[in-house]
């Protein structure tokens, strides 16, 4: 996979969890959350070529997983 590809993966995963973040229900924000870190998990082996890429992902799980749902 190129260079482009995965940024712009680890970007639509990202951009589309920001979006979604504040008008989603508990319930529906886990499920992404779940999702959202099965796809990032997917490019741990694309990324090793690319340090700037490796943080990137690294970046991107932290946000989501810092995002606690709502009670």
Same mark, same amino acid.
């Given at each position: 996979?190129?260079?482009?590809?995965?940024?712009?993966?680890?970007?639509?995963?990202?951009?589309?969890?920001?979006?979604?973040?504040? +008008?989603?229900? $508990? /319930?529906?924000?886990? #499920?992404?959350?779940?999702?959202?870190? *099965?796809?990032?998990?997917?490019?741990?082996? &694309?990324? +090793?070529?690319? $340090? /700037?890429?490796?943080? #990137?992902?690294?970046?991107?799980r932290? *946000?989501?997983?810092?995002?606690?749902p709502? &009670?």
């Amino acid at each position: 996979m190129d260079r482009r590809r995965i940024a712009l993966q680890i970007r639509a995963v990202r951009v589309t969890f920001r979006i979604e973040q504040p +008008r989603g229900s $508990p /319930e529906t924000m886990e #499920a992404f959350r779940s999702r959202a870190m *099965e796809l990032l998990n997917g490019l741990e082996t &694309a990324v +090793r070529p690319f $340090p /700037e890429l490796a943080r #990137a992902l690294d970046e991107a799980r932290a *946000e989501i997983e810092a995002q606690e749902p709502s &009670a």
